[in-house]
């Protein structure tokens, strides 16, 4: 009996030390247990832990059902989605991924929080999957590729593997000597709930000062984090799934890239994204007048304040390119 007990207390110790492990990596990403083997002994397959945050956040949109609906709030969702959109086209991925432009210490930290709030994890490590993408894109080693691991691993299925969750801060040199930005990304939990708090005391206010407007702390909470987050996690993930599956392809590359509208429109300009594959260090990914880049847009006007400058162009060689491959598909219809 008394070795029983033993082993029961023995294995209690075991679940809760693997629970503090589990939650601490959650709060630290960089955190390594003791007698960790190493990053690149971590499997690539589904981990039910992972997928502990992404349940939480869609069930989460259920509560709708005890906080009801208000034009406020409605409104509130649709310009967090728009604004914490342009933060990860415009800062998560043309500015830390791809250093499409240039801008001052200060206002690169507040492009990491703005981003943060996405619930989409630090910049370093949004920089960091991202570049290994571009060098493998529908390879093997692609991380989300449709080709490779089927629609729904690229969509969301590939974020659940233990292997993916690390920073590989070999590829972001450049970035890793910034220590706010390597805490924000260690910490990648603390600005999400910091915002999710914020919106909870801003629907408060409302309900005491503007009662008008018909909403609440959890209300303004719920629309604010949970429902406009789930739908900017998905549109975000789209760009994974849906642009290497749906759309045209202007040019040659060696990836599935497509360029399609609907998303163009959704994503506020990264749905060009054959575009962006062909030439992924520009500012712009809607090449031509007639390809809507919202973010791009938003760029050149923050470009004409000072904030940020040196937006990279699309050399005339890839124009040239284009209209080549343009020419010949009339020559030979399909």
């Keep these: 009996m008394k070795s029983a007990n033993l082993a029961h207390s023995a294995d209690r110790h075991g679940i809760l030390w693997h629970i503090a492990v589990m939650l601490r990596q959650w709060f630290d990403s960089d955190y390594r247990p003791p007698g960790w083997q190493g990053d690149d002994k971590l499997t690539d397959g589904i981990d039910w832990r992972r997928c502990i945050p992404f349940i939480v956040l869609h ?48 206002m690169q930290f507040l492009f990491a929080v703005l981003g943060n709030t996405s619930c989409q994890r630090g910049a370093l490590w949004w920089a960091s999957v991202h570049r290994h993408h571009h060098q493998h894109s529908d390879e093997t080693p692609d991380v989300h590729s449709p080709r490779m691991r089927g629609f729904l691993w690229s969509h969301i299925g590939w974020l659940t593997s233990p292997k993916n969750f690390p920073t590989d801060y070999s590829r972001i040199r450049d970035l890793e000597k910034f220590p706010e930005l390597v ?38 909470f719920v629309w604010g984090f949970f429902i406009s987050t789930v739908i900017l996690l998905h549109a975000t993930f789209f760009i994974n799934s849906l642009a290497h599956v749906f759309g045209s392809r202007r040019f040659k590359t060696d990836d599935d890239s497509r360029n399609n509208l609907f998303l163009a429109l959704l994503t506020l300009g990264e749905g060009w994204h054959n575009n962006h594959h062909r ?36 050399p005339a060689s890839v124009y040239r390119e284009a209209q080549q491959l343009k020419l010949s598909a009339g020559r030979n219809p399909a």
């Excluded at 090449?287 to 940020?308: M, N, R």
Aim: charged share 10%; glycine share 8%.
């Design 59 to 106: 069930l989460g949109c259920l509560s709708v059902l005890w906080v009801g609906f208000s034009w406020a709030a409605l409104v509130a969702a649709l310009l967090l989605y728009a604004v914490r959109m342009f933060a990860i086209t415009a800062f998560y991925h043309r500015y830390f991924s791809h250093r499409s432009y240039r801008t001052s210490r200060w």
């Design 183 to 220: 805490f924000l990304n260690r910490h990648d939990q603390l600005v999400p709930i910091l915002y999710a708090a914020l919106l909870w005391y801003a629907g408060a206010w409302m309900e005491k000062h503007v009662p008008g407007l018909g909403t609440n702390g959890p209300q303004m």
């Design 279 to 314: 030439y992924a260090g520009s500012a712009r990914q809607g090449f031509f007048w007639w390809e809507i880049d919202i973010s791009y847009y938003v760029l050149k006007l923050l470009s004409w304040t000072g904030l940020i400058w040196d937006l990279k162009v699309v």
